[in-house]
């Protein structure tokens, strides 16, 4: 069975880190593709990071790109994502996902979700 628990949320104040973990049961990380969604309120789910191929393959949103890292550990089969120089707009509930077929930031080629943590940076 499927499982993602998301934790490191919390509230920061802009150019602030924080680093999020995805705790993942059922499957083998590195078989899969893995991903990072946020959504804002009134704002559709967007895919900033995804990482496959063992970990040796990643993507990025434009508007993470050189702020946030995609990681794995597949020892303890956690996927992470650190976020530095955070801003005010990257407030929303972010989301881990397994995608098993396919890869990239399309939240529509993921199959499972965790059930969130919520970021919250202040200006």
């Known amino acids: 069975q499927v499982q993602l628990v998301e934790s490191g949320g919390g509230s920061v104040q802009a150019g602030g880190s924080l680093r999020l973990s995805c705790a993942a049961s059922g499957f083998t990380l590195s078989r899969n593709c893995m991903g990072w969604f946020r959504q804002a309120p009134g704002k559709e789910r967007e895919g900033i990071a995804s990482?496959?191929?063992?970990?040796?393959?990643?993507y990025y949103a434009d508007s993470v790109k050189g702020r946030f890292t995609i990681s794995q550990d597949n020892a303890k089969n956690t996927l992470y994502l650190q976020m530095n120089s955070l801003k005010p707009e990257d407030t929303a509930m972010y989301y881990c996902?397994?995608?098993?077929?396919?890869?990239?930031?399309?939240?529509?080629?993921?199959?499972?979700w965790g059930q969130g943590t919520q970021v919250t940076v202040s200006s």
């Open positions: 996902a397994l995608a098993v077929f396919r890869c990239g930031l399309n939240p529509g080629v993921f199959n499972y």
């Open positions: 990482i496959y191929n063992g970990g040796g393959s990643t």
